[in-house]
C-alpha cells in the first residue's frame, strides 16, 4: 500500500534559523505531492503542491519545495523560520486517476515545529 | 477561513451512542471527503461523496455511515462508539470528482470525545 513518511516528529529552532522537514512517499509511479499546515486550533492549509513541471515548488509565506523523483521525497524548506510559522505540518500524496485513486490525500504522521522567539 | 464549515466544533457523548457531525463544502464544490484524525493513526480517509452518491471508501468502520443531500452538505454518522473513536473528524470538499490534482479545502473539524 502507498504510504507518506515523514522523519521528524518534532522540530524545535529559533527565530531565523532555516528549515527542512523531510517526506517520503512510497509508490512507483506518478503523484501528485501537497504540503498542508495546520496552526494551532486552525484547520489544514495548503501549502504548496506539486503535479508536474518545475520539481522546485514555491508556496505561500515563503515556504519551498522540492520533488525528487529518484529519491520519492518531496522536502519542505524555508531559509529563515518565524515565531508565526509554529504548526504542524503535513506531506500528502495523491494519484492519478486511473491507478485504483480514490481521489483521497494519504497523509504523513506529521511534523510539529516549534519556533522559539 | 476555507469557506468549508463543520459542526458541531465539540462533542462529548458516552459509549454506545450514536452521534452525527455535519459538513457544508465551499460554494461550487461538489466533491466531499471525510478523514479522521487521531493520535496513533493520524490522518486517515474515510469516506468520499461527489455530487449525492459515495464515490471511494477508505479505512471507515461499518459502524460508521456518511450521505451527501442534494444541497451538497454532507453528515457523519458514527454509532454504538467507542473510546477508540475519540478524534478529530476533518471534513474537507474539491471541486471536482476524484481529480488528484484539485486542492482539497478543509473545515476546521469536529473533536470527538467519548467517555
Known amino acids: 500500500a502507498q504510504s507518506v513518511s515523514q522523519h521528524n516528529h518534532h522540530v524545535i529552532l529559533s527565530e531565523a534559523a532555516s528549515l527542512e522537514l523531510g517526506c517520503n512517499y512510497s509508490?512507483?509511479?506518478?503523484?501528485?505531492l501537497f504540503w498542508y499546515v495546520q496552526y494551532p486550533g486552525q484547520h489544514l492549509q495548503l501549502l504548496l503542491k506539486?503535479?508536474?513541471?518545475?520539481?522546485l515548488v514555491k508556496g505561500i509565506k515563503g515556504f519551498e519545495a522540492e520533488f525528487i523523483k529518484s529519491k520519492f521525497s518531496f522536502n519542505l524548506r524555508k531559509p529563515s523560520v518565524q515565531w508565526s510559522d509554529t504548526a504542524e505540518y503535513f506531506c500528502?500524496?495523491?494519484?492519478?486517476?486511473?491507478?485504483?485513486?480514490?481521489?483521497?490525500?494519504?497523509f504523513g504522521q506529521g511534523t510539529t515545529l516549534q519556533v522559539k522567539p | 477561513d476555507s469557506g468549508v464549515t463543520q459542526t458541531p466544533k465539540h462533542l462529548i457523548t458516552a459509549t454506545g451512542q450514536r452521534v452525527t457531525l455535519r459538513c457544508s463544502p465551499r460554494?461550487?464544490?461538489?466533491?466531499v471527503y471525510w478523514y479522521q484524525q487521531s493520535l496513533d493513526q493520524g490522518l486517515q480517509f474515510l469516506i468520499q461523496?461527489?455530487?449525492?452518491?459515495?464515490?471511494a471508501k477508505g479505512n471507515i468502520l461499518e459502524r460508521f455511515s456518511a450521505q451527501q443531500f442534494p444541497d451538497l452538505h454532507s453528515e457523519l454518522n458514527l454509532s454504538s462508539l467507542e473510546l477508540g473513536d475519540s478524534a478529530l473528524y476533518f471534513c474537507?470538499?474539491?471541486?471536482?470528482?476524484?481529480?488528484?490534482?484539485?486542492?482539497?479545502?478543509f473545515g476546521p473539524g469536529t473533536r470527538l470525545t467519548v467517555l
Open positions: 461523496y461527489y455530487n449525492g452518491e459515495e464515490r
Open positions: 460554494s461550487g464544490d461538489l466533491s
Open positions: 509508490y512507483g509511479g506518478t503523484v501528485n
Open positions: 474537507a470538499s474539491s471541486p471536482r470528482d476524484i481529480v488528484s490534482t484539485d486542492t482539497q479545502y
Open positions: 506539486y503535479f508536474s513541471g518545475d520539481p
Open positions: 500528502a500524496v495523491s494519484l492519478p486517476r486511473g491507478s485504483g485513486n480514490t481521489g483521497k490525500l494519504i
